[in-house]
């Protein structure tokens, strides 16, 4: 300490030994300074300065000396760790169980030998410390095993965090294919729980290191192998006495699933089978804090190009007690019932999904559905023909949650299913039977009927029973059937190479029909049944469903054409009248008739256009028309050969219709055009079916009565034949 901050105290010779003798009786005056009382008190200032200045010395002496002895310390504890050894990673031959307090509010974890609990005042984990080593000696060991607390639902999750080098590598190669396990790092983690599945692995591994010469690695090994022996005793026994019975618990649910197993769930939408294999599962809470268990699945599914993995989840909620494995909404293949049938019947699902990758026409019946703007699973029931395209699918619904297929990506070494191919030699020719079975149950695709894009159940597809002979029944005269037969039969058969086309290249490549005339008079029919003979999909469009914004109408019809030509379809555009009028006066119809004639110079296929009028077709449209054909009024022969032919398609279970030839030509006098007719057999084969009897030809009158009827009492709407329009 400097010297001019504290003086160093020097004692004086004191002036008197005693002090000076006084009278006891004499009064002192106070204010007197002579007087005895005031060299007491200045005796006494003197004294604690005198004192003050020997305690500033005194500090300042320690002081001193502390610092010197702290120096001194501080070399020799230097000194010491110097010469201390240095902790190696995985030096001892044990393990140390630790705890990690995760605080998820500031998503932070601190990892202590000590123990942990909740602050709720502060937010966040207090730890009280326990005696024990530190956590920078923990790497001595061979492996932790940290628990770890999740603060929503108070449970422990146990990881294992490897700290041998040897041990970590024996792990790489027993979970190389577990998809949910990284173990990349140096010193890598891995879920407790994930080590039930792979005990027996690892058992055969400290077999084979036992007697070998890397004994350390056959230690630690033996190490692990008795800590997830001893943990796992309990849920072993317990899990076992289980699965005897085909049943499990809430809490066990992690254990039934091993990794990369078969699971069995259906599809969401159709309730159709469905095959996958199981990637991990873990506990999630809903909105409402309910708890669920969410499965991790994977399948293999195409976007119509290529075929790849897809990612699903499953939920399964939570339940008390015991249940039965197969009343789980997912659970492994291996407990089904009935385990092998339905093995087999995933697979042949699985062939017949690769089959149909691409673009297919086929029959449909039973469950479909979509998913709608909210979410939500929309079914429907069809019976009708369908257009199998992914990739049309999902250009006209960019919204709709279409799954990511993923390229597979190969392993060295191979092994597992689907894990030898990567995407582009995913070939169906190179898949096995496993991989067959984790095929997508269901296909996207197009409705023709009810003109939807859909999710199909590749199970209720099959191939079309077709009609060729049903354009016989088409009642227009021969001589109009053969133009329309030799222009079809033309453009299907056409040679690329083919110099007949329009002077501009790209224009003038397709087929326009037009057919006009009154109502159920065939006009629709035609085309069906060319569509029929020829066997190719038959694209009907009401004109309603275009509408008549034109920009919206330019994009509507462009996305028509382009379709139609990827179906190599027959296009219907039904009622097509706005399309066809005069242009006038009026922009708005000139814009629509206009943006019309553009896209129809573009598009290369087969197009039908019907009417009821042709008295204000517009000129340019007029040109463009390779074959135009009018329709009249059915003859009282035409709707006898049309009662026929809609009475061979009503039988019901209990047989054929019973309809005499009398009966049949007391119906064709009646002046109904080819719709209605079409419609009275519809309504009297309800009412047979409601009646568990076959049609006859009172239900015929019956429904012929209602219908004269309606016409009665709504003659005075309009036209009749304009009501009959619309049924």
Same mark, same amino acid.
């Given at each position: 300490?400097?010297?001019?901050?504290?003086?160093?105290?020097?004692?004086?010779?004191?002036?008197?030994?005693?002090?000076?003798?006084?009278?006891?009786?004499?009064?002192?005056?106070?204010?007197?300074?002579?007087?005895?009382?005031?060299?007491?008190?200045?005796?006494?200032?003197?004294?604690?300065?005198?004192?003050?200045?020997?305690?500033?010395?005194?500090?300042?002496?320690?002081?001193?000396?502390?610092?010197?002895?702290?120096?001194?310390?501080?070399?020799?504890?230097?000194?010491?760790?110097?010469?201390?050894?240095?902790?190696?990673?995985?030096?001892?031959?044990?393990?140390?169980?630790?705890?990690?307090?995760?605080?998820?509010?500031?998503?932070?974890?601190?990892?202590?030998?000590?123990?942990?609990?909740?602050?709720?005042?502060?937010?966040?984990?207090?730890?009280?410390?326990?005696?024990?080593?530190?956590?920078?000696?923990?790497?001595?060991?061979?492996?932790?095993?940290?628990?770890?607390?999740?603060?929503?639902?108070?449970?422990?999750?146990?990881?294992?965090?490897?700290?041998?080098?040897?041990?970590?590598?024996?792990?790489?190669?027993?979970?190389?294919?577990?998809?949910?396990?990284?173990?990349?790092?140096?010193?890598?983690?891995?879920?407790?729980?994930?080590?039930?599945?792979?005990?027996?692995?690892?058992?055969?591994?400290?077999?084979?290191?036992?007697?070998?010469?890397?004994?350390?690695?056959?230690?630690?090994?033996?190490?692990?192998?008795?800590?997830?022996?001893?943990?796992?005793?309990?849920?072993?026994?317990?899990?076992?006495?289980?699965?005897?019975?085909?049943?499990?618990?809430?809490?066990?649910?992690?254990?039934?699933?091993?990794?990369?197993?078969?699971?069995?769930?259906?599809?969401?939408?159709?309730?159709?089978?469905?095959?996958?294999?199981?990637?991990?599962?873990?506990?999630?809470?809903?909105?409402?804090?309910?708890?669920?268990?969410?499965?991790?699945?994977?399948?293999?599914?195409?976007?119509?190009?290529?075929?790849?993995?897809?990612?699903?989840?499953?939920?399964?909620?939570?339940?008390?007690?015991?249940?039965?494995?197969?009343?789980?909404?997912?659970?492994?293949?291996?407990?089904?019932?009935?385990?092998?049938?339905?093995?087999?019947?995933?697979?042949?699902?699985?062939?017949?999904?690769?089959?149909?990758?691409?673009?297919?026409?086929?029959?449909?019946?039973?469950?479909?559905?979509?998913?709608?703007?909210?979410?939500?699973?929309?079914?429907?029931?069809?019976?009708?023909?369908?257009?199998?395209?992914?990739?049309?699918?999902?250009?006209?619904?960019?919204?709709?949650?279409?799954?990511?297929?993923? $390229? =597979? @990506?190969?392993?060295?070494?191979?092994?597992?299913? %689907?894990? !030898?191919?990567?995407? +582009?030699? #995913?070939?169906?020719?190179?898949?096995?039977?496993?991989?067959?079975?984790?095929?997508?149950?269901?296909?996207?695709?197009?409705?023709?009927?009810?003109?939807?894009?859909?999710?199909?159940?590749?199970?209720?597809?099959?191939?079309?029973?077709?009609?060729?002979?049903?354009?016989?029944?088409?009642?227009?005269?021969?001589?109009?059937?053969?133009?329309?037969?030799?222009?079809?039969?033309?453009?299907?058969?056409?040679?690329?190479?083919?110099?007949?086309?329009?002077?501009?290249?790209?224009?003038?490549?397709?087929?326009?029909?037009?057919?006009?005339?009154?109502?159920?008079?065939?006009?629709?029919?035609?085309?069906?049944?060319?569509?029929?003979?020829?066997?190719?999909?038959?694209?009907?469009?009401?004109?309603?469903?275009?509408?008549?914004?034109?920009? $919206? =109408? @330019?994009?509507?019809?462009?996305?028509?054409?382009? %379709?139609? !030509?990827?179906?190599? +379809?027959? #296009?219907?555009?039904?009622?097509?009248?706005?399309?066809?009028?005069?242009?006038?006066?009026?922009?708005?119809?000139?814009?629509?008739?206009?943006?019309?004639?553009?896209?129809?110079?573009?598009?290369?296929?087969?197009?039908?256009?019907?009417?009821?009028?042709?008295?204000?077709?517009?000129?340019?449209?007029?040109?463009?028309?390779?074959?135009?054909?009018?329709?009249?009024?059915?003859?009282?022969?035409?709707?006898?050969?049309?009662?026929?032919?809609?009475?061979?398609?009503?039988?019901?279970?209990?047989?054929?219709?019973?309809?005499?030839?009398?009966?049949?030509?007391?119906?064709?006098?009646?002046?109904?055009?080819?719709?209605?007719?079409?419609?009275?057999?519809?309504?009297?084969?309800?009412?047979?079916?409601?009646?568990?009897?076959?049609?006859?030809?009172?239900?015929?009158?019956?429904?012929?009565?209602?219908?004269?009827?309606?016409?009665?009492?709504?003659?005075?709407?309009?036209?009749?034949?304009?009501?009959?329009?619309?049924?």
């Amino acid at each position: 300490m400097a010297s001019h901050l504290v003086q160093p105290f020097h004692p004086s010779p004191a002036q008197h030994t005693t002090p000076p003798s006084s009278p006891l009786h004499q009064p002192i005056d106070a204010k007197e300074p002579n007087a005895p009382n005031g060299r007491l008190a200045q005796d006494k200032t003197d004294f604690e300065s005198s004192l003050a200045e020997r305690l500033l010395a005194t500090l300042e002496k320690l002081v001193a000396e502390r610092s010197t002895s702290e120096s001194s310390s501080s070399g020799d504890d230097a000194a010491t760790k110097a010469k201390e050894p240095k902790v190696e990673r995985a030096s001892k031959l044990a393990y140390k169980r630790v705890e990690e307090a995760y605080d998820n509010h500031s998503n932070k974890s601190i990892i202590t030998n000590g123990c942990h609990r909740w602050d709720d005042k502060s937010w966040k984990y207090k730890i009280v410390e326990t005696a024990g080593p530190g956590v920078k000696d923990l790497d001595q060991y061979v492996f932790l095993v940290r628990d770890r607390i999740d603060r929503k639902t108070d449970e422990i999750t146990s990881f294992i965090d490897v700290k041998s080098p040897s041990l970590r590598d024996v792990l790489r190669e027993v979970c190389r294919d577990i998809r949910v396990v990284s173990l990349a790092e140096e010193t890598p983690s891995i879920e407790q729980n994930i080590l039930f599945h792979v005990r027996g692995a690892l058992k055969a591994q400290h077999q084979r290191a036992i007697g070998g010469e890397n004994t350390t690695a056959a230690q630690h090994l033996g190490l692990l192998v008795d800590c997830i022996e001893t943990t796992f005793q309990p849920t072993d026994q317990q899990l076992s006495v289980l699965l005897a019975k085909n049943e499990v618990t809430y809490d066990l649910l992690w254990a039934l699933f091993k990794p990369n197993a078969e699971v069995y769930t259906t599809c969401k939408g159709t309730d159709a089978p469905m095959g996958a294999l199981y990637n991990h599962c873990e506990e999630r809470l809903d909105m409402d804090g309910a708890k669920f268990m969410y499965v991790e699945i994977r399948y293999l599914s195409s976007n119509g190009k290529t075929l790849g993995e897809v990612t699903a989840g499953r939920k399964i909620p939570y339940f008390r007690g015991i249940t039965k494995i197969e009343f789980l909404q997912v659970y492994p293949l291996e407990y089904h019932p009935e385990k092998e049938k339905m093995a087999k019947d995933l697979i042949d699902n699985g062939r017949n999904f690769v089959s149909l990758m691409g673009l297919h026409h086929r029959q449909y019946e039973g469950k479909a559905f979509f998913i709608d703007d909210e979410g939500e699973i929309v079914k429907r029931h069809i019976n009708d023909r369908i257009m199998i395209d992914a990739v049309c699918f999902q250009e006209q619904n960019p919204g709709h949650p279409f799954p990511q297929v993923r $390229k =597979v @990506e190969p392993r060295d070494p191979i092994t597992g299913p %689907i894990g !030898s191919l990567g995407l +582009a030699d #995913l070939d169906p020719s190179q898949l096995e039977e496993n991989d067959f079975l984790i095929c997508s149950p269901t296909v996207f695709g197009f409705c023709l009927g009810s003109k939807t894009f859909l999710e199909f159940a590749v199970a209720n597809i099959t191939e079309i029973s077709w009609s060729p002979s049903s354009f016989k029944d088409v009642k227009i005269p021969e001589s109009q059937k053969k133009p329309i037969w030799a222009l079809t039969k033309t453009y299907l058969d056409r040679d690329e190479s083919d110099g007949f086309r329009d002077l501009v290249q790209g224009k003038g490549r397709g087929i326009n029909f037009l057919l006009y005339g009154p109502p159920g008079v065939g006009k629709t029919l035609t085309a069906e049944t060319i569509a029929e003979t020829y066997r190719i999909p038959l694209y009907t469009v009401p004109a309603g469903q275009i509408g008549v914004d034109p920009v $919206k =109408v @330019e994009r509507i019809l462009t996305s028509i054409f382009k %379709i139609a !030509s990827r179906w190599k +379809a027959i #296009l219907l555009l039904d009622e097509a009248d706005v399309f066809l009028a005069q242009r006038s006066n009026d922009p708005h119809l000139n814009a629509l008739v206009s943006v019309f004639l553009r896209e129809l110079e573009q598009y290369d296929g087969i197009l039908f256009l019907t009417t009821n009028r042709v008295q204000s077709f517009d000129e340019a449209m007029i040109s463009r028309i390779h074959l135009a054909l009018q329709y009249h009024p059915l003859g009282r022969d035409a709707r006898e050969a049309v009662w026929k032919y809609f009475l061979g398609q009503a039988n019901t279970k209990q047989g054929s219709p019973d309809c005499p030839q009398d009966a049949v030509d007391e119906l064709a006098e009646k002046e109904l055009n080819g719709r209605e007719i079409r419609n009275a057999v519809f309504v009297a084969r309800s009412m047979a079916q409601y009646e568990e009897t076959v049609v006859c030809a009172t239900h015929l009158n019956e429904s012929i009565s209602a219908r004269e009827q309606f016409q009665r009492d709504f003659q005075g709407a309009g036209v009749v034949e304009n009501l009959n329009s619309y049924f």
